[in-house]
């Protein structure tokens, strides 16, 4: 019989107790937010400087115009229309901003649109990771593709064409950067070094631990890696998780439990307040809470039928219900996200490598094959809020009674089948 290993937190009342802390912090740092939202508000205009996210020229508009994204360097994101002809690969700017009262708090903590005016392009110098980007792209033809992998591996910005090609075959999370690519990453660092390090293992220092000094070393590189995508908050939280992960391993506790999973998104929201907002962090946990719900109930299954069957056609399934609500593009070809799935676990490092070694251009026909293959339509569907709140419910029930798991699952495949069979 194999002993459980123990949990995160020993009882109920110590894992409240820290989640109560980290409530706390969080509304204090909100609190502190507001007083910088109240005086932001409450000036004429605001000069600040800014790294351009994302440029989208609107030529149809009444009035031509850009849309800028930018993240200024005192924090804030905003969107900001420019009448002024702008080159596409501007980086940095000083803008001159209007605030008013119609910019929210929620808004102002997350990302908002403020009347503005560029008033100075800031020349940045070229960077190690700006040249690394250049050399992507020069390896390339094709616009989509030369979009595709800077966004890929470095978070750059994807151009319009391609954004809506993903949106369609269901792949816009395996494009923007995440924990599934750190996961990767994580693995293929790990695996590579433990080939080398096992047999020195053996002969020069038994005494020594692997997922102590490989791990070290894997999280040393994913932290580089970090660095080097300008530290995309995406990534930031999936790092943290996996350095939290890693040393729950290293305390021989319980990682794969839900107070382990709400403890995590505790601390990402207390470090990061404003991600309280941002839909793709609390879609990522969604979709780590319903792995996790799918390994509770299915600990006695062979391992191999949970990882290629139970975990990417449940996950797809229980997670439509969710993203549902908030985007309704549907289209038949979505379930191709779940094979392709599973060909981006070889295909990232593999191309990450290939790009490295100046072969990065041996895929772009059979990418160029695969963004040729839908139509560029998809059919709205959302579901109410109501829906999701009933949706929420019934997921935190599964956690303890597995008649709701089986009825949750019920639901959302049949909704799936609904989706993709009959609209």
């Known amino acids: ?50 790294n351009v996210l994302s440029m989208e020229p609107k ?25 002024k ?35 100075e392009v800031i020349t940045k110098e070229q960077t190690f990771r700006d040249d690394i980007v250049s050399s992507i792209r020069g390896q390339h033809i094709n616009d989509n593709i030369k979009s595709l992998y800077p966004a890929m591996f470095f978070n750059t ?67 580089i890696y970090v660095y080097m995508t300008d530290f995309s908050p995406s990534l930031i939280r999936a790092y943290l998780m ?26 990402i929201l207390a470090a990061f307040p404003s991600l309280i907002l941002s839909m793709s962090f609390w879609f990522s946990m969604a979709g780590v809470f319903y792995i996790f719900l799918i390994l509770h109930y299915s600990k006695e299954t062979n391992k191999h039928l949970i990882a290629w069957l139970f975990i990417p056609l449940g996950v797809f399934a229980l997670m439509q219900p969710v993203v549902h609500v908030f985007f309704g593009a549907t289209s038949v070809y979505q379930l191709l996200s779940i094979p392709l799935e599973f060909l981006y676990i070889v295909f990232y490092p593999a191309t ?14 059979a990418l160029l094959s695969l963004f040729a293959f839908p139509p560029q339509e998809t059919i709205e569907s959302l579901l109410p809020w109501w829906a999701l709140g009933g949706y929420i419910a ?19 495949l049949g909704y799936s089948i609904y989706l993709f069979a009959f609209i």
């Open 1 to 50: 019989m194999k002993l459980a290993k123990p949990q995160i937190f020993p009882t109920l009342k110590s894992f409240w107790l820290t989640i109560g802390i980290l409530a706390f912090i969080l509304i204090a740092r909100l609190f502190y937010l507001y007083i910088g939202y109240n005086e932001f508000i409450t000036k004429p205009f605001y000069f600040t400087y800014g």
């Open 59 to 83: 030529p149809e508009a009444s009035y031509p115009h850009t849309l800028l994204k930018i993240q200024s360097d005192d924090g804030l994101e905003f969107y900001l229309k420019s009448y």
């Open 85 to 119: 002809e702008l080159a596409k690969d501007v980086k940095k700017v000083r803008v001159q901003i209007f605030p008013d009262e119609n910019i929210g708090f929620l808004r102002y903590i997350s990302t908002f649109f403020v009347r503005g005016k560029v008033k």
């Open 157 to 223: 910005p994807v151009d319009k064409d391609l954004r809506d090609t993903v949106i369609v075959l269901g792949i816009s999370h395996l494009i923007a950067l995440s924990g599934f690519n750190l996961s990767i990453l994580w693995g293929v660092i790990y695996g590579v070094l433990w080939l080398l390090y096992r047999p020195l293992q053996q002969r020069y220092f038994p005494y020594r631990y692997a997922l102590i000094d490989l791990g070290f070393i894997a999280i040393v590189f994913l932290g």
């Open 242 to 267: 996996v350095v939290l992960g890693w040393g729950i391993l290293l305390a021989g506790l319980e990682l794969v439990s839900f107070s382990f999973l709400a403890f995590v998104g505790a601390i």
């Open 352 to 365: 990450m490598a290939l790009h490295i070694f100046g072969f990065g251009g041996m895929l772009d026909n």
């Open 394 to 412: 019934l997921s935190l029930g599964a956690i303890r009674y597995k008649y709701i798991f089986w009825a949750l699952c019920v639901l959302a």
